[in-house]
């Protein structure tokens, strides 16, 4: 299985709606205010987890997030939210 390189990722579009591309091939979208801040969070905890083969595998059948949520992952603004103790984690 071959890991991810995070020089191989790109992103693609403006302020309110990002594509995250990994050789060419979009991975994930975002679509928020903070679209940008939030592609480059899911990119560093998709390389630390997750091979090529195996996000890929789980795309056909999965969305993004429910990907990256199996194996923890908590976006920018539930971790700030849990912070500032407006959400308390399931």
Known sequence: MSNF???DFS???????????YNREVIARFKCARAKSNAKDFVKFLVANYSVEEYLMKRESLAP????KEKGYQSLNMR????????LPA
């Open 65 to 68: 997030l429910q990907i990256l």
């Open 11 to 21: 992103f693609e579009g403006n302020s309110s709606e990002v594509w995250v591309k």
């Open 5 to 7: 390189i995070k020089a």
């Open 80 to 87: 700030k939210a849990i912070e500032a103790g407006n959400y």
